[in-house]
């Protein structure tokens, strides 16, 4: 069925260290993966995405891999500053919608 | 010069009573969602329009019925609202399915 899994479900991180999330999907017919920023009471912003005929994708401290055989894709944040805390969102196209993950909130201690 | 508006920003209403929600995009879009967010920050999707057009209905009970006069808005009517609508609801655009959703500010709704 359409499913996307994300892990960690809360990842709590020093500033300056790298975060990771991870989300897979389910749909091999999936194209677009973009990532979705919220902050507390706001509403969520991309910060990045990327296409099925693409592996990788950098935007200044922000990266995200896909690996398509293995129906993986990733979000890599290096640096972190105590801003980049939020909930983020991964999520999939599938049959005309987005599919999203289930969201992992990121604490960046100072 | 707002992309994707919502309003009201906050509903409180009793259960039972009938509310509206209304939505408006200045992007050119073709395409207009609603989702529900609950407490969990569980981000679903409910409907989904395309120039006018309902083309995603996800098992959403018909008290909830979405309109769309043209291609900019998008309202949502909840009748007989029950406690489990509480949720934030959030409204978003796209060129199509494939691209990048601009969501609104939100609307929390609050069922008592």
């Known amino acids: 069925g359409e499913n996307v899994e994300q892990h960690p479900s809360t990842l709590s991180v020093q500033e300056g260290d790298s975060a990771v999330i991870k989300c897979t999907y389910s749909d091999s017919a999936s194209n677009y993966f973009p990532w979705y920023k919220q902050e507390l009471g706001k509403r969520p912003q991309l910060i990045i995405d990327?296409?099925?005929?693409?592996g990788e994708k950098k935007d200044q401290r922000i990266a995200v891999t896909l690996n398509k055989t293995a129906k993986h894709f990733s979000l890599h944040i290096t640096e972190t500053q105590p801003e980049d805390s939020a909930v983020y969102f991964c999520?999939?196209?599938?049959?005309?919608?987005?599919?999203f993950g289930t969201g992992t909130r990121l604490l960046v201690s100072p | 010069d707002t992309a994707v508006s919502q309003t009201p920003k906050y509903l409180v209403t009793q259960m039972g009573n009938d509310k509206s929600i209304k939505c408006e995009q200045n992007l050119g879009h073709d395409t207009m969602y609603w989702y529900k967010q609950d407490s969990k920050k569980f981000l679903k999707i409910m409907f989904s329009y395309n120039n006018k057009e309902l083309i995603i209905n996800e098992t959403v009970p018909n008290r909830f019925s979405p309109k769309s006069p043209d291609k900019a808005h998008l309202n949502l009517h909840i009748n007989s609202l029950e406690l489990g609508d509480s949720a934030v609801y959030f409204c978003?655009?796209?060129?199509?399915?494939?691209?990048?959703?601009?969501f609104g500010p939100g609307t929390r709704l609050t069922v008592t």
């Open positions: 978003a655009s796209s060129q199509d399915s494939g691209t990048e959703q601009y």
């Open positions: 990327i296409r099925s005929n693409v």
């Open positions: 999520a999939a196209s599938i049959i005309q919608k987005l599919v």
